[in-house]
């Protein structure tokens, strides 16, 4: 299995610009969460998805932030409009049930966000 | 406040010598995982504790955990320059359709050759 994938890696944008990332999870995975890091915050949670479903948004920073799961196979964070306080390392991850129904996480290379 | 906090933030050993790492947390749990993230890359999985274990082996590492204190620890056993990273404790507590982990803040391991 080749893992999360996430596109771009690395993406520099201008303030205000529209910016969209996107995941693809482990095959058989039902589980996607997208997750912010940056030295000052530490990792956040920002959403999750249960079987396509988003199960908690709470940690979605505001109106700008969107994202969706049409299918098992792909998702998209995006934000619009962008602001410089967004540059940080955007990470999707995944899990599906396992023996004992312990849900670890595979986590992606990251998309490193710049906004100018 | 965040579910798991580790402790120390950083810490810096010589090669050989064992690192250990502390997590706590808040409420009650299903299971706590230790990642571990090098510079520029995703987090990776390196073991798990259930709530109804003590302790765990994999290799070099060695898990705890202690349900009544809310703590575990995380023990890396004859360090490598290579073990050099960013060590998370994960606490997972499923309820209903929940599947989230809470990550702490991490410990930043760094090891001299």
């Known amino acids: 299995d080749a893992g999360v994938i996430q596109s771009p890696r690395h993406e520099v944008t201008e303030m205000g610009q529209e910016v969209t990332l996107r995941c693809k999870p482990i095959?058989?995975?039902?589980?996607l969460f997208w997750y912010r890091q940056t030295m000052m915050r530490g990792l956040e949670l920002l959403i999750y998805?249960?079987?396509?479903?988003?199960?908690?948004d709470s940690g979605m920073p505001e109106d700008r932030f969107s994202a969706k799961m049409p299918n098992a196979s792909f998702s998209t964070l995006k934000i619009q409009p962008s602001e410089p306080r967004d540059s940080a390392v955007y990470f999707c991850?995944?899990?599906?049930?396992?023996?004992?129904?312990?849900?670890?996480?595979?986590f992606g290379p990251g998309t490193r966000l710049t906004v100018t | 406040s965040q579910q798991g906090e580790e402790d120390p933030q950083a810490l810096s050993i010589q090669e050989g010598e064992n690192a250990t790492m502390n997590c706590s947390y808040k409420?009650?749990?299903?299971?706590l995982q230790w990642y571990r993230q090098n510079s520029g890359r995703g987090l990776v999985h390196l073991i798990l504790?259930?709530?109804?274990?003590r302790e765990k082996h994999s290799g070099r590492l060695r898990v705890t955990l202690d349900t009544s204190k809310k703590s575990s620890s995380l023990l890396i056993t004859a360090s490598r320059a290579a073990d050099t990273a960013s060590y998370f404790c994960?606490?997972?507590?499923?309820?209903?359709?929940?599947?989230?982990?809470?990550f702490g803040s991490g410990t930043q391991l760094t090891v001299l050759p």
């Open positions: 991850a995944s899990s599906g049930r396992t023996s004992g129904a312990s849900y670890e996480q595979y």
């Open positions: 095959s058989g995975h039902n589980s």
């Open positions: 998805f249960n079987n396509n479903v988003p199960i908690d």
């Open positions: 409420t009650s749990i299903n299971n």
């Open positions: 504790i259930r709530s109804n274990e």
């Open positions: 994960a606490t997972a507590r499923f309820t209903g359709s929940a599947r989230q982990l809470t």
